[in-house]
Every structure is written in C-alpha cells, then in structure tokens.
C-alpha cells in the first residue's frame, strides 16, 4: 500500500520508510470493512497515523483533511503548527485512480472524527 503512494506519507509527503505505517481507515476489526487493502489504508508518518487514529485528524471522503479544535486551539512548537497547517488541505493520492481510498470508509471513519469532537 505505501507503495502505491510512491513511498511516502500522504499528509506530509515525508519519504522516510522508516518513519511511515500502513494506517487502516477502517480497523482491522471490523470484519466486513477492515479487510488489509489498498483502498482501506494511507501511509501516514507515525506521528500522523497516532493523531488519525485518536481522532486528532479527519479526513473527509473528498480527502480533505481536517484538524480537531483541540489540535487547533494549542499553542506549542514547529511540529504543533505542521500538523495544524494540515487543516483544510487535501490528501495526497496514489497516481493510480483504483488506489485511491474508499470514500464510504472515509465517510464512516470521518464521523468517528466529528463525533469525538
């Protein structure tokens, strides 16, 4: 799945196998969506992908991305204000269309994010 995002994550752009997971927008629980495929999962930086799976992070089936007013209304140092600058932009996708996250998932993951606001 990293792959299909040419290696990097897909909220930074950081190219650092090292530093990347494969986050699953629907957990692995789930039987019936949480199948380990392309579709169901963005590389995100672990920093990104502990905040994603907090509800720190939303994105928004037109893959915009969202930062929670808890985020927003904290005032700290230069990683603090990256992950704040995310707010409002857009994902960055696969080049291959069929790689792009699901939308119904990111539609249910993202009202897991506003429901924890």
């Known amino acids: 799945m990293i792959g299909a995002y040419r290696g990097r994550c897909a909220l930074s752009g950081l190219p650092e196998p090292m530093l990347l997971d ?26 990104h992908h502990a905040a994603f799976d907090a509800h720190l992070i939303g994105i928004d089936p037109d893959y915009r991305l969202h930062v929670s007013e808890r985020l927003l209304t904290q005032n700290d140092g230069p990683m603090l204000e990256a992950i704040k600058g995310l707010d409002g932009g857009l994902l960055r996708l696969p080049k291959r269309p069929q790689d792009c996250p699901d939308r119904d998932r990111l539609a249910l993951r993202f009202e897991r994010f506003k429901a924890a606001a």
């Open 22 to 47: 494969a986050a699953h927008i629907i957990e692995d629980r789930d039987e019936r969506l949480g199948q380990p495929i392309v579709r169901n999962g963005i590389p995100l930086s672990k920093i």
